[in-house]
């Protein structure tokens, strides 16, 4: 590599750069992990077919965006088959930055542009559009590049300008939204939450749990048939899909509290994963535009507080406001309650699912509030609500009710990050009994209740339902029914689901 005082790049930074990407040197990277998520073959895929120009993996922190990127740097120095030539690449065609800890990007008015400037002179000793015609196209890892002032302009000319194949992460949904108008076409994205429950089975080395028709069309999943296949394919792995949902139910979906199979130290993994997951979203995080004004870190995490709190439900914003008011003794308005909901949503600690569009505009509702994991919930407010059917027969009926809260709320979460389908709540209204959500695919609509009780769930207590089903302006064919162990049919059109079923769809 050449020296500080030739590269024209500050010598913290270079000396970042060259930790960062080791095998230029010759020097192994950090092992990559054995366990590929989901995420792994999806994003090699793409970026082998360059079916765009950049990859994006979107997560919250912690969810296993950058083990994704280490092991795809690591398929590509030694496998080949991520690669168009079937071969393993040469170490000077990638180039990894992880913008969260570069030092010295403020002097740099473009910092991606200048960064890719020096590596086309100094490592891969050719321009990118050279190295693509020879045949021998450099891969370009970027990050949490979002949180760079105009990052997005920067890779559009990346990706207008030059033949790259370019993989982004990002912790934040609003940033990576707002450079969508300029990367619109030249990016596909990938949107990855906590672990599914096979992932955790498979981390835990429990045995094969596969995910139900993950090839399947989001179109197929308007078929009750569809459905009550994901019914079978539950009863066929029952075994393997109670233990894995047990360890879930126990320590959530998050990568490091599976991470070794022995360690179940609850309050010690709580902890950790607050300070890694909230808190350092929340505090590091609140930068955004120097015209944008972010919520204060305080107000966050009272409001984020309140959301594990009340998570599965809506809550009106002045309910949150007078609580918040009652902590602080400081006033707060409902659109500062607001604001702080929008920036926890897009940093994707919890999902607002808004009231289904259908009800009009003038019908004012508010959302309901899903977090991320109730792992996090749990050590937040200090308290364990148990998921698993097993450890809840213990407890007494009012936490089996917030445990209903908590599944509405995973389950909320889990299949709002489904492209191609749109989650929404429906609210009671003077003529109409309230549906805990709504899944809509195209023009149809899928009822869903949350009957989380060990008994069966009986057709009188699904009206919601019944209703929705009834009224021919929702075009809705059939409604289903989560429960805690039971599956089937309560009507010819209504079907139970198991919670621990419902996540084994993709």
Not at 48 to 67: C, D, E, F, P, T
Not at 115 to 141: C, D, M, T
Not at 173 to 198: C, F, K, S, V, W
Not at 213 to 220: L, N, S, T, V
Request: proline content about 7%.
């Amino acid at each position: 590599m050449s020296s500080a005082s030739t590269s024209g790049l500050d010598p913290d930074l270079l000396g970042f750069l060259e930790r960062n990407n080791p095998w230029w040197r010759g020097q192994p990277a950090v092992p990559a992990q054995f366990f590929r998520r989901w995420a792994y073959d999806e994003a090699a895929s793409r970026l082998q077919s360059g079916i765009a120009k950049m990859v994006v993996l979107r997560g919250s922190r912690r969810v296993g965006k950058s083990v994704i990127q280490n092991q795809l740097i690591d398929g590509l120095l030694k496998l080949g088959t991520i690669d168009p030539t079937g071969k393993p690449v040469d170490p000077s065609r990638i180039l990894a930055v992880q913008f969260d800890d570069a030092p010295s990007l403020g002097s740099l008015r473009s910092p991606i542009e200048t960064i890719v400037r020096w590596f086309e002179q100094h490592i891969l000793k050719s321009s990118l559009n050279a190295a693509a015609a020879e045949g021998r196209p450099a891969y370009l890892f970027f990050d949490e590049v979002q949180n760079l002032p105009n990052w997005s302009v920067q890779l559009k000319s990346l990706a207008d300008l030059s033949a790259a194949r370019i993989v982004v992460t990002g912790s934040s949904a609003l940033r990576i939204r707002e450079g969508h108008d300029n990367l619109a076409g030249r990016m596909t994205p990938i949107e990855i939450g906590p672990l599914r429950l096979g992932e955790i089975a498979g981390i835990r080395r429990l045995g094969s749990l596969p995910t139900y028709a993950p090839k399947a069309r989001i179109e197929d999943w308007k078929t009750f048939e569809f459905w009550r296949g994901l019914v079978e394919h539950g009863r066929k792995h029952a075994g393997i899909r109670e233990l894995a949902f047990g360890c879930f139910s126990r320590l959530g979906g998050y990568p490091l509290c599976h991470a070794s199979p022995t360690l179940d130290n609850t309050d010690f993994l709580r902890q950790q994963l607050i300070n890694e997951v909230i808190t350092k979203t929340i505090e590091h995080d609140t930068s955004r535009k120097p015209h944008q004004v972010s919520p204060e870190p305080e107000l966050l995490k009272h409001v984020f507080r309140m959301a594990c709190r009340y998570a599965g439900q809506a809550v009106q914003p002045k309910r949150l406001a007078d609580e918040v008011i009652s902590l602080t003794q400081v006033p707060i308005s409902n659109l500062k309650i607001n604001q702080a909901i929008d920036f926890l949503a897009d940093s994707l600690l919890i999902s607002a699912v808004r009231p289904l569009e259908l009800l009009g505009k003038g019908q004012i509702h508010p959302s309901k509030l899903c977090i991320c994991d109730h792992y996090v919930r749990n050590g937040v407010l200090q308290e364990t609500i148990p998921l698993d059917p097993a450890d809840l027969a213990k407890e007494i009926e009012s936490v089996v009710t917030q445990a209903g809260h908590l599944i509405e709320s995973t389950l909320s979460y889990f299949l709002a990050g489904i492209p191609g389908l749109d989650v929404a709540s429906f609210p009671p209204r003077p003529t109409e009994p309230e549906v805990d959500f709504i899944l809509t695919i195209g023009t149809l609509r899928i009822p869903v209740e949350v009957k989380y009780r060990s008994r069966p769930p009986t057709i009188d207590q699904l009206g919601g339902i019944r209703h929705f089903l009834r009224k021919p302006a929702y075009q809705s064919a059939f409604g289903l029914v989560v429960t805690q162990t039971y599956a089937g049919l309560v009507a010819d059109d209504i079907l139970a689901i198991p919670a621990s079923t419902m996540l084994l769809l993709r």
